[in-house]
């Protein structure tokens, strides 16, 4: 199958079959997803979601995480992945956020990257939700539904998979196009047991259709 058309049938699939698909990280404004995106790495959105009331209690807004130091925003989030460093990076993203853009989240991607626990991914992810940029964030999910279904062809890093991606998804599609391939990779295309049989796309699956030649 051509690549384009693999991309028609499968972006068809989703808009009917999933019309509706949004970031399951609770937040309330952009501060709170910029907090949640930092603490959600290498942790499931699941957990951080029950982090986060208490320490937004205790941190409202940018201005009272900066004023706070590592040792005073670790109790809050030490049920987290590596909780030590999140504390740092949360205590000098705010200080940052402060003292540089006045409190206010930036919708430029490279003035996000320069906060402190915003790497690109992080950034993509505040840019596709908050501001509705044409970009592409690529996590695990997403890197690895991407390879399996054969929208990506031997991308070695999450820049080369965002790079094939953002080129073939009509750009006003980017931003619910992220979370069809995070809640798929998260609920269907599994890392080690995919449930293939479940899946509706796996008419237009390269993965499925190799292990199907394999039988």
């Given at each position: 199958m051509r690549?384009?058309?693999?991309?028609?049938?499968?972006?068809?699939?989703?808009?009917?079959?999933?019309?509706?698909?949004?970031?399951?990280?609770?937040?309330?404004?952009?501060?709170?997803?910029?907090?949640?995106?930092?603490?959600?790495?290498?942790?499931?959105?699941?957990?951080?979601?029950?982090?986060?009331?208490?320490?937004?209690?205790?941190?409202?807004?940018?201005?009272?995480?900066?004023?706070?130091?590592?040792?005073?925003?670790?109790?809050?989030?030490?049920?987290?992945?590596?909780?030590?460093?999140?504390?740092?990076?949360?205590?000098g993203m705010?200080?940052?956020?402060?003292?540089?853009?006045?409190?206010?989240?930036?919708?430029?991607?490279?003035?996000?990257?320069?906060?402190?626990?915003?790497?690109?991914?992080?950034?993509?992810?505040?840019?596709?939700?908050?501001?509705?940029?044409?970009?592409?964030?690529?996590?695990?999910?997403?890197?690895?539904?991407?390879?399996?279904?054969?929208?990506?062809?031997?991308?070695?890093?999450?820049?080369?998979?965002?790079?094939?991606?953002?080129?073939?998804?009509?750009?006003?599609?980017?931003?619910?196009?992220?979370?069809?391939?995070?809640?798929?990779?998260?609920?269907?295309?599994?890392?080690?047991?995919?449930?293939?049989?479940?899946?509706?796309?796996?008419?237009?699956?390269?993965?499925?259709?190799?292990?199907?030649?394999?039988?």
């Amino acid at each position: 199958m051509r690549t384009d058309e693999r991309y028609r049938r499968i972006l068809e699939w989703f808009g009917t079959n999933m019309p509706v698909a949004e970031s399951e990280l609770r937040y309330r404004n952009p501060y709170e997803l910029l907090v949640a995106v930092i603490l959600s790495a290498q942790c499931t959105d699941k957990r951080v979601n029950m982090t986060t009331p208490a320490l937004f209690e205790r941190f409202p807004t940018p201005q009272d995480m900066a004023a706070a130091s590592p040792e005073e925003i670790y109790p809050y989030i030490k049920s987290i992945s590596y909780p030590n460093n999140k504390a740092r990076n949360l205590a000098g993203m705010a200080r940052k956020l402060v003292s540089e853009f006045g409190g206010e989240v930036p919708s430029d991607i490279d003035s996000l990257q320069r906060l402190p626990g915003v790497g690109r991914k992080t950034a993509n992810v505040i840019g596709i939700v908050v501001f509705n940029k044409a970009v592409m964030p690529v996590d695990t999910h997403v890197f690895r539904v991407s390879d399996r279904l054969g929208l990506s062809t031997g991308a070695k890093t999450p820049l080369q998979t965002e790079q094939q991606l953002t080129a073939r998804i009509p750009p006003e599609l980017l931003p619910i196009a992220h979370h069809w391939l995070i809640l798929h990779g998260r609920y269907v295309c599994l890392a080690r047991k995919p449930k293939c049989g479940e899946c509706g796309l796996s008419e237009w699956c390269r993965y499925y259709g190799k292990q199907r030649t394999k039988e």
